[in-house]
Nanobody
Framework: QVQLVESGGGLVQAGGSLRLSCAASGRTFSIYVMGWFRQAPGKEREFVAAIRRSGNTYYAESVKGRFVISRDNAKDTVYLQMNSLKPEDTAVYSC??????????????????WGQGTQVTVSS
């Protein structure tokens, strides 16, 4: 089993920045891909960013150039640095872990473990 705990959400003005953290515990050696997803009220959950154990990264078009995903393997922690935030970035952000080596990192159904989520609110 793997446990994921997110932190770092909050309220920020448009144009501001936030950094989300996702700390993994348990059988972390089994994780190959870590991802961030978000869900706004009344909308479906959508892919934000992902990073493989190899370091390869993936981003949704809507956040490319503004968000950066990174990982600290020594701390079993993944980060999402969010810059130039927009009101449309407002959502609950959740991190997820996938044990599969070959997978589509943008597909939420591929992930095996999920955190509880952290609220990000961007005011205009």
């Amino acid at each position: 089993q793997v446990q994921l705990v997110e932190s770092g959400g909050g309220l920020v003005q448009a144009g501001g920045s936030l950094r989300l953290s996702c700390a993994a515990s348990g059988r972390t050696f089994s994780i190959y891909v870590m991802g961030w997803f978000r869900q706004a009220p009344g909308k479906e959950r959508e892919f934000v960013a992902a990073i493989r154990r190899s370091g390869n990264t993936y981003y949704a078009e809507s956040v490319k150039g503004r968000f950066v995903i990174s990982r600290d393997n020594a701390k079993d922690t993944v980060y999402l640095q969010m810059n130039s935030l927009k009101p449309e970035d407002t959502a609950v952000y959740s991190c997820a872990a996938d044990r599969a080596v070959s997978t589509d990192p943008t597909a939420d159904y591929k992930y095996d473990y999920w955190g509880q989520g952290t609220q990000v609110t961007v005011s205009s």
